[in-house]
């Protein structure tokens, strides 16, 4: 439809989430227009990202180190632990500054229509932590879907015999959607009124 480069951008940014054909055009042409600088800052970030930004070895957050800033942080309190299915899901918990602990990601949720069991998601990970670190206390703040609160009882089954308390955030989350659509206040009350599982 256009010349095979402006056509091989179009088809690399329409594979975005959330970015559609017409948007995905929009965006090429927009770049086409900008001054060389400015494209090759935004090519630089996406390679950069891609080479420096890892998984954190406790809880795969993403850092560029070796521990994410919030597992560094001896602020932090080591006995809790907040249980996210994506990295990007603990700065929407961040804005509420209502939990003190460390996070874990999954990387996930359990979801047997597509596929996706325990053994795909980081909770042998988790379990390990819980001796390691002296864990106490663990939130699970997956989403608000069937397959987040499938996840959490899972979690809760397998932590709850080794003396810890799981929780889940209360309700008051949009139901069905993603923890990131829920505003800082919500989110804030739902993790101070998380009850047990
Ligand atoms: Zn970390």
Do not use: W
């Not at 042998?124 to 106490?136: A, F, S, Y």
């Not at 608000?144 to 929780?167: F, H, N, Q």
């Amino acid at each position: 439809m256009f010349e095979p480069p402006v056509q091989r951008l179009v088809d690399e940014l329409a594979r975005l989430p959330g970015i559609g054909r017409k948007s995905a055009q929009r965006l090429a042409f927009h770049l086409l227009n900008v001054e060389e600088a400015d494209a090759k800052r935004l090519g630089n970030a996406i390679i950069e990202m891609r080479q420096q930004v890892r998984l954190c070895r406790r809880c795969f957050n993403v850092t560029a180190g070796d521990e994410c800033s919030i597992c560094a942080d001896p602020q932090r309190d080591p006995t809790a632990i907040c249980v996210v299915e994506r990295a990007q899901d603990i700065s929407v918990l961040e804005r509420t500054q209502e939990f003190t602990g460390r996070y874990h990601v999954l990387g996930g949720s359990i979801s047997p229509i597509a596929g996706i069991g325990p053994d795909q998601l980081r909770i042998r990970e988790l379990v390990d932590r819980i001796d390691l670190e002296g864990v106490k206390e663990v939130i699970v703040a997956t989403n608000p879907t069937v397959e987040g609160d499938t996840t959490a009882l899972y979690v809760a089954r397998l932590l709850k015999p080794l003396g810890v308390t799981v929780s889940r955030l209360a309700s008051g989350l949009p139901v069905g959607g993603d923890l990131d659509y829920a505003d800082e206040v919500t989110l804030g009350r739902a993790l101070a009124g998380r009850r047990e599982l």
